[in-house]
């Protein structure tokens, strides 16, 4: 069988006038977590538009797409051109579970959440000539889950390589978060056992990590056990977590800094309060980030700060004083987003019934 698997990319990623590096940051580990249960004999081409110009002049049995809100207009062209040619379309991803109406119009078949339980029965089905039009994940779980198809990755054109990511999803809700509605209907967050994510550590090469997890903490036993692993096996790492984390899980932390722990992205997200309350990140409420970035530095951990604009309590001074308290706390690097209503979030319904979308 043969198999295109491609990531499309918004415009701005392909300009030859400006191109934002972070889009060759990652290599698409979705779609080759995916790849991993196809069969030895398939014929498999992994493309992302992100590091490489796609040439669509085949006809595949075939094609999968991972759709972004983003890249959602160039997901759907291309589908559209391999679907007049006869291959099978699969589209799958975050603004496919959002839309899902709008998908299918350019799908034969679309995937709702995660895909780890529902793509295996897709590919049985496919192979028996009875594929089904929509497949909504259910069964959560990562065990089981085959190696990654890192073959499939051209490694030379990314930054960073060596991602690897060993859960899936948070186990928060913040209102403002596109990936809430993507683990919609069952588990909001699960993990791999360690001895797999130990494994997969193992088969990378070189000494540098980044963990791709939206919240590598949040199962300390999970990454207590993780880190414990980790210790000897001579790596340096880069992950996700949150202030409460930080505060909260001393012991995870100091773990995490001896298996090689070095910069933490953190979801400040906003200054204010009220702020946190009506957006209900409530990890945040109530506690001290200044002592949270102390805690870092002390450990020798580099802080990658998140902040969001635009808040209903935001005012027209939150820019200067957001980034003057970043500033004063040393924070090394930082983030700052527009806050958007992504389709599907309890923050798109609330702007929405309130009269507040155009």
């Given amino acids: 069988m043969r198999v295109r698997m491609i990531l499309p990319a918004l415009t701005e990623a392909t300009s030859p006038f400006f191109r934002p590096i972070k889009y060759s940051l990652f290599p698409p580990l979705g779609l080759a977590t995916l790849a991993g249960y196809l069969h030895d004999t398939d014929d498999v081409v992994l493309s992302d538009e992100h590091v490489e110009k796609l040439l669509l002049d ?39 579970t959002s839309l899902p109406e709008e998908a299918a119009q350019h799908a034969d078949t679309i995937f709702l959440g ?25 069964n959560r779980t990562l065990f089981g889950v085959p190696p990654i ?36 209907g069952g588990k909001q967050f699960y993990t791999q056992t360690v001895d797999a994510a130990l494994a997969e550590i193992d088969r990378l090469p070189g000494r540098h990590l980044y963990f791709l997890d939206d919240h590598l903490f949040g199962s300390p036993p999970f990454a207590e056990a993780l880190f414990d692993g980790m210790r000897g096996m001579n790596r340096v790492w880069q992950a996700a977590g949150t202030v409460k984390a930080v505060l909260e899980q001393p012991r995870v932390l100091e773990k995490a800094v001896a298996s090689g722990l070095r910069s933490l992205f953190v979801g400040f997200e906003t200054v204010n309060s009220d702020n946190l309350q009506e957006q209900r990140k409530y990890q945040n409420i109530g506690r001290d980030y200044a002592a949270a970035v102390r805690r870092l530095h002390e450990l020798g951990v580099m802080v990658n700060g998140s902040f969001v604009f635009g808040m209903d309590h935001d005012g027209p001074d939150v820019f200067e004083r957001t980034v003057e308290w970043a500033i004063a706390q040393g924070i090394e690097t930082a983030t700052f987003h527009i806050l958007t209503p992504y389709p599907d979030t309890a923050l798109h319904g609330r702007m929405e019934s309130e009269d507040r979308l155009l």
Avoid: M
């Fill in 114 to 138: 995660p895909g780890e339980d529902t793509w295996p029965q897709f590919l049985a089905d496919f192979r028996a000539g009875r594929p089904a039009r929509k497949y909504a994940s259910q």
């Fill in 58 to 96: 085949d006809a595949p049995d075939l094609v999968v797409i991972q759709v972004y809100i983003t890249s959602a207009r160039r997901a759907y062209e291309i589908a559209d051109l391999y679907r007049s040619r006869g291959s099978h379309v699969a589209l799958g991803g975050l603004h496919v």
């Fill in 149 to 184: 198809r890192r073959d499939l990755i051209k490694r030379r054109l990314y930054l960073v390589p060596n991602s690897i990511v060993v859960s899936r999803g948070c186990p928060h809700v913040c209102d403002f978060c596109y990936k809430v509605a993507f683990f919609k």
